[in-house]
């Protein structure tokens, strides 16, 4: 997909603006007209937007009450349709999709707070991403794919242990002066 720069992204300072890690998840992949896609950890909302943009059948959630709320809103703004719920990863969520993304919270930090919980991983900064492959097989259709950001940060062997038996491909980098950024697509 394209970004698109002219959609409408209010902000909220209790969540997770668009930054460099969501343009670089947006440009990774492309979205099938109908494709069933689910995103956790929408955020402002802004990944969610550009795949019913481009035709995705969209459901989107956080764990944030605000983001939920902040996403609805931004949805409405630029008159696109997602499913938007409360969720702590797979809680709230029903059914199966063709995508699963997710920009986890991946820094290796452990930090308090409803903010927090949009970047920090825990000390290997991993998150919730175990939870999140260990309930895919429910969650995707056969031939899905989950897409995920990871960060350099990240405990290389904590993450090597969490990927061992799926397949996975790099879809995109971006390296900054601090850390490099991957896209993965993971396959059951």
Known sequence: MRYDPDL?????????PPSEDSMLLIGSFDVR??????????????VSMHCAQNGGAVTCGDISRKAVALTKRNM?????????VETDVYSNIEGRFDTILFNLPYLPVKEEGDLA???????????????????????????????????????????????NGYKVRTLSSLHLFFEELNILEISL
């Open 117 to 163: 919980l949009a970047w920090s991983g825990g000390e290997d900064g991993l998150g919730p991403l175990p939870r999140l492959l260990a309930g895919a097989p429910e969650h995707l259709l056969p031939g899905g794919r989950i897409i995920i950001v990871v960060s350099s940060l990240m405990d290389r062997d904590s993450l090597r242990s969490a990927l």
């Open 8 to 16: 409408i992204v209010e902000k909220d300072d209790d969540v997770y």
């Open 33 to 46: 007209r109908g494709e069933r896609i689910l995103e956790i950890g929408c955020g402002s909302g802004i």
């Open 76 to 84: 409405v703004l630029n008159s696109l349709d997602a499913e938007v």
